[in-house]
């Protein structure tokens, strides 16, 4: 009924609102009339209390969270950690295993994760972009990270033409990754763990 509907309501103000006031009860916002401050003391500290607490404690999470903030290199590179590994750092010269998701202005122009599949690399090859080749060296095994990479460590000035099954990128384009640095074959695990047994599988 339309009565049931109006208590309804009005017990959920008094349970999401009034934690709200309690919170702010010492003074109030600037510009706040003075009904706002409660005139028998704090309102937690009245009949009401109770509710009021688990009002707070209802809303408390959603208040404090907040989005991990990104690092940022000298390079102009910035990355999240999105999962962090135990493993060791590779080092120049060290073959490694690689997953990645890559997009650019919001559309995703490869990913080894959909493809189920894995990018062996030499570390300081020059065979992947500045900004990938930079995190690299960076990370631990079994990390992953969020990467923005600014154009002049993408593709740079020539851009990426475009090849089956992958779309053009325009020059100095900024981009985004998804990173995984999977394994260092050689130091974390043998290499027929990780090629499943076949000795072909890496250069």
Request: net charge neutral; proline share 8%.
């Amino acid at each position: 009924s339309v009565i049931t509907r109006l208590v309804m309501m009005r017990s959920i103000v008094l349970l999401v609102g009034c934690p709200l006031a309690c919170a702010l009860s010492t003074g109030g916002p600037a510009g706040a009339s003075s009904a706002f401050v409660p005139t028998r003391g704090p309102v937690c500290s009245t009949r009401r209390g109770f509710g009021y607490a688990l009002g707070a404690a209802a809303l408390s999470p959603l208040l404090s969270t907040a989005p991990a903030l990104a690092e940022s290199t000298a390079s102009g590179l910035s990355y999240k950690v999105l999962q962090k590994g135990k493993g060791v750092v590779p080092t120049v010269g060290e073959l490694i295993v690689l997953r990645w998701q890559a997009s650019f202005n919001g559309k995703v122009f490869d990913d080894l994760y959909a493809k189920n599949d894995f990018y062996y690399h030499r570390v300081g090859s020059g065979n992947l972009i500045p900004g990938v080749e930079e995190a690299v060296l960076l990370m631990h095994v079994g990390d992953v990270w969020q990467l923005e990479i600014p154009g002049e460590l993408g593709f740079g000035k020539a851009g990426k033409k475009a090849t089956p099954g992958q779309p053009s990128i325009p020059p100095n384009a900024p981009l985004s990754y998804k990173l995984e640095l999977v394994s260092l074959p050689g130091r974390e695990e043998d290499l027929l763990d990780v090629t499943g047994g076949d000795p072909t599988a890496v250069d």
